[in-house]
């Protein structure tokens, strides 16, 4: 079935340039599209899109706070907040507010059509320039916070480590040479382990704890394996 996708932003040659991405991937179906955050909530609630593509800067309601109203009453709905500022304090709010994921203006196509399939395969919050650019500004944990005894095992926090720098679960299964179902097992374990519920919340807890080091590119040749 088709993502059916409802595409946010003030500016008309914005929106236009992002249906012609989506239109040259069958996955994707633009249901609608919206010129604010206010226009975006009523379209929310009347069409259910399974993914909303949403500006950041609106002038009538921005869409920070558009995503925040949205996923208060559909939780179940993804959004992927888009900008041209790469800005990791507009992430770290997009995250806040519930986003499912944050996509750079300046992109190439070919990356906007890879991440949102991610996003719909809930494989990704974020793309990997950006997920490196965060693990660099968070200061590390507390050594203390460090210490408390890790309920992961060693692959599991190798996997950890791959997923909080922005990779897929196909991206860690071709690194690591195992099947992408051994990845999302893997995933649901920690998951389960920490009690978290998705990703977004995997990864932050990671990187609070000084679990993940923006140390190398996830697209170095296999082999190379991330730090313990």
């Not at 949403?54 to 706070?65: A, H, K, Q, T, Y």
């Amino acid at each position: 079935m088709k993502a059916r996708v409802l595409v946010v932003d003030d500016n008309e040659l914005a929106r236009e340039g992002i249906c012609d991405i989506l239109s040259e991937d069958e996955a994707f179906e633009v249901i609608g599209t919206a010129s604010g955050g206010r226009e975006a909530i009523a379209m929310t609630e009347q069409y259910m899109p399974d993914l909303i593509l949403m500006d950041i800067g609106m002038p009538d309601l921005d869409g920070l706070e558009a995503t925040r109203t949205i996923k208060l009453r559909f939780p179940y709905i993804k959004i992927v907040l888009v900008t041209v500022s790469d800005d990791a304090a507009y992430l770290f709010e997009a995250l806040k507010q519930g986003a499912q994921g944050f996509l750079l203006k300046n992109l190439s196509p070919s990356t906007w059509i890879e991440y949102l399939h991610a996003v719909l395969n809930d494989e990704a919050m974020f793309s990997s320039e950006l997920a490196m650019q965060i693990l660099r500004e968070i200061p590390a944990a507390p050594k203390s916070a460090r210490e408390d005894e890790q309920p992961l095992t060693a692959r599991e926090r190798e996997i950890l480590q791959w997923v909080a720098q922005g990779m897929t679960n196909r991206e860690v299964a071709e690194v690591l040479e195992i099947s992408d179902q051994t990845v999302k097992n893997h995933l649901k374990n920690i998951m389960h382990k920490l009690q978290l519920e998705n990703r977004v919340q995997l990864t932050r807890y990671a990187v609070e704890r000084g679990w993940v080091k923006a140390k190398r590119d996830h697209r170095d040749p296999k082999g190379h394996r991330p730090q313990k």
